[in-house]
């Protein structure tokens, strides 16, 4: 036994990184403190951004889940989630507007939500389970580039198929009265919509994690997640328990998706693809296959989003920070890539 051991090598790349991370470390702390002391921001505007990154941070989780479920058994990125999550706010918007022109939305909010909540969420889950019968299934034992492709290709498709069935047109939903206004806890002004989003996508979660972990359905997909051919050994219908789990992703999706309208309020054939990277990031950041990585990603990088560009990018002087939050959603994913690419759990095969 060695009492002293050869130190390692130092390389090039060790330097590299080394002063990549000094250089972030240093650009975030020189510009929190910089925008902090200038004073530019009050309480009440800090109070603002946290409660709208965590509202968006929720719906990211949601969709997130979706990402690392699939990865959990299939061991593939299913790049056309975010176009699952499209598709069920996309088309939920018509009977959202046809209740609204009837006056359901205005005499019975709660019942017009839930029918538009009911929709969305039916609507992806067949799409996510059409998805994997016709494009990933019979990729399944394909190299996995190929179902990676597949997966692309998916998300044009689908995009453009929406574009087609519905048109290229921005659509807004209605209101729903009973998600206006702000309400006071312990001193804080809370917006309603994003407190509805916040509890619901947390609602959701909780049961997903409750499903998995304790019904018999749970532990079948824990167990073809661990290894497909023994689990089917043991009498598991993988097939089954495949499509369940783009079912599960579907419906969480598709409850993403009229949530997200709830913050914004508008849809488009398009809508899926930036918050479809962004929960691609967050299921990265978490732990990709990691369904509690996949929460806690969501929320990290909703309030990242909600915060950061206001906290750092003030105080260098940039103008309208907001709209470099995208630039800071991916930098965190290239950031996690290169220096903890197994996300904050560091779990990848598990779900």
């Known amino acids: 036994m060695r009492l002293f051991r050869r130190p390692e090598r130092i390389t090039a790349s060790t330097v590299l990184l080394f002063v990549l991370a000094v250089a972030v470390a240093a650009f975030v702390i020189v ?4 925008t902090i002391a200038s004073g530019k921001f009050s309480a009440e505007d800090w109070q603002v951004f946290v409660v709208a990154g965590i509202a968006l941070g929720a719906v990211y989780a949601l969709i997130a889940i979706g990402y690392t479920l699939v990865y959990g058994i299939l061991f593939m990125i299913n790049f056309a989630h975010g176009e699952v999550f499209m598709s069920g706010a996309y088309t939920a918007v018509f009977a959202a507007q046809a209740m609204a022109d009837a006056g359901i939305v205005e005499s019975n909010p709660l019942f017009a939500f839930a029918v538009v909540l009911l929709i969305a969420m039916v609507v992806s889950m067949l799409v996510a389970v059409i998805l994997e019968r016709v494009a990933y299934r019979p990729l399944r034992n394909a190299p996995r580039l190929v179902p990676l492709i597949t997966a692309i290709g998916a998300s044009l498709f689908l995009q453009y198929t929406f574009r087609g069935l519905y048109g290229a047109s ?20 809370l917006p309603v919509n994003k407190v509805v989003v916040s509890l619901a996508s947390v609602a959701l979660m909780v049961g997903l994690y409750f499903f998995v972990e304790r019904t018999r359905t749970g532990r079948a997909m824990r167990a073809v997640s661990e290894n497909k051919e023994v689990a089917a050994m043991m009498g598991i219908n993988v097939d089954r328990v495949i499509v369940i789990t783009f079912a599960i992703g579907g419906l969480l999706a598709g409850a993403a998706g009229i949530l997200y309208t709830l913050i ?3 849809v488009s054939f398009n809508m899926g693809f930036l918050p479809g990277l962004k929960a691609f990031t967050a299921a990265v950041l978490g732990g990709i296959g990691n369904i509690v990585g996949a929460m806690l990603g969501g929320l990290a990088l909703g309030l990242l989003e909600g915060v950061a560009p206001f906290l750092i990018l003030t105080g260098f002087g940039v103008p309208s920070p907001n709209q470099l939050k995208d630039v800071i959603a991916f930098s965190v994913l290239v950031l996690v890539l290169i220096f903890r690419p197994t996300g904050f759990l560091g779990r990848k095969e598990n779900v």
């Open 31 to 34: 510009g929190s403190w910089l």
């Open 264 to 266: 914004f309020n508008q």
């Open 170 to 189: 921005v659509h807004a939903y209605p209101t729903f009265s009973v998600f206006q206004g702000n309400f006071d806890v312990f001193g804080i002004n």
